[in-house]
């Protein structure tokens, strides 16, 4: 009888817990739902010659732009412009700027990462096929120096990765899903999955989660990250408190990032510029 009872009483627990975690999902929805608009304002525009450049990756910190164009990574400031082609690793899965002075090239196919210096020549290839042992990167970014964000799709674990003495330093607990995009900045790393946005350390450990609904694509400025699916985008801080949302029905096809307050778009050959206005408190 006691048995049965230490049973129902598990079982009971068990069902409460789900329901209050039902009932948190269903009020921060209701939040997110609800949350204030940021105005947006277009203040300037530049346009590329026609079909040179098919994606746009980014803005670093010194407002060099980053594109490609199949197996070209190309670097702008002003007049001047930096290319690293490789037709033996392919077309470039991610590139991130988190470091201009490293930038990181991954190539997916290759299970290969590619650190390049300022002027886009490359200083380091790491051959994630070679290392014992081996390591099924399905997505890379760039942190803290002769370290990296790696998640292994073998593992399905977040790998905060020595590069220099092939060691991992920390690991997550292994996902229960798989990643939409992972994004980094030096002490923090942010998984993006179908209903859900999780931010870990560097340990890899939990820090936070918010549940989401089928965002596709993700961008972090250090103190913001950004959301984008389909025209909408919402904005968060660093610790996943919504700072508002806002909806652009043009010009975003082509890539888009976000840096010191301006949303940067990239489409039909023209990177729009515009500035955010977050709502007062």
């Known amino acids: 009888m006691l048995s049965d009872f230490l049973v129902y009483h598990f079982m009971c627990n068990i069902v409460i817990m789900l329901k209050l975690h039902l009932i948190s999902i269903f009020l921060l929805n209701c939040i997110l739902c609800f949350c204030q608009e940021i105005s ?6 530049l346009s590329f010659q026609k079909n040179k450049y098919r994606n746009f990756i980014g803005i670093d910190a010194y407002d060099n732009l980053f594109f490609t164009k199949r197996e070209v990574v190309s670097k702008i400031k002003g007049n001047n412009e930096w290319v690293y082609t490789n037709y033996e690793l392919g077309i470039p899965t991610s590139v991130s700027l988190l470091n201009p002075l490293q930038i990181l090239v991954f190539y997916k196919e290759n299970n290969t990462v590619v ?7 490359e200083t380091r290839r790491i051959e994630l096929n070679n290392l014992s042992p081996l390591r099924t990167a399905w997505w890379v970014e760039n942190t803290k ?3 990296l ?8 674990q977040l790998d905060f990765f020595n590069y220099q003495n092939n060691s991992s330093l920390y690991k997550s607990i292994p996902f ?17 999955f179908k209903d859900k946005l999780n931010r870990y350390n560097i340990y890899g450990t939990l820090m936070h989660s918010i549940p ?12 913001k990250v950004l959301l984008k699916k389909e025209y ?24 888009f990032s976000l840096r010191d307050e301006k949303l940067y778009i990239y489409a039909l050959d023209k990177l729009y510029i515009y500035q955010l206005t977050y709502p007062s408190k």
């Open 176 to 192: 229960l899903e798989q990643p939409v995009q992972l994004a980094s900045d030096f002490n923090t790393a942010y998984v993006l």
């Open 232 to 255: 909408l985008f919402q904005v968060f801080d660093n610790r996943l408190n919504s700072l508002g949302k806002f909806k652009l029905k043009k010009n975003n096809s082509s890539g």
């Open 145 to 147: 120096s002769q370290q």
């Open 149 to 156: 964000w790696l998640y292994d799709g073998e593992s399905s």
């Open 40 to 45: 947006t304002s277009l203040v300037d525009s």
């Open 212 to 223: 989401l609904s089928n965002y596709t694509n993700l961008s972090i400025d250090y103190s």
């Open 115 to 121: 650190l390049l210096d300022r002027f886009l020549n």
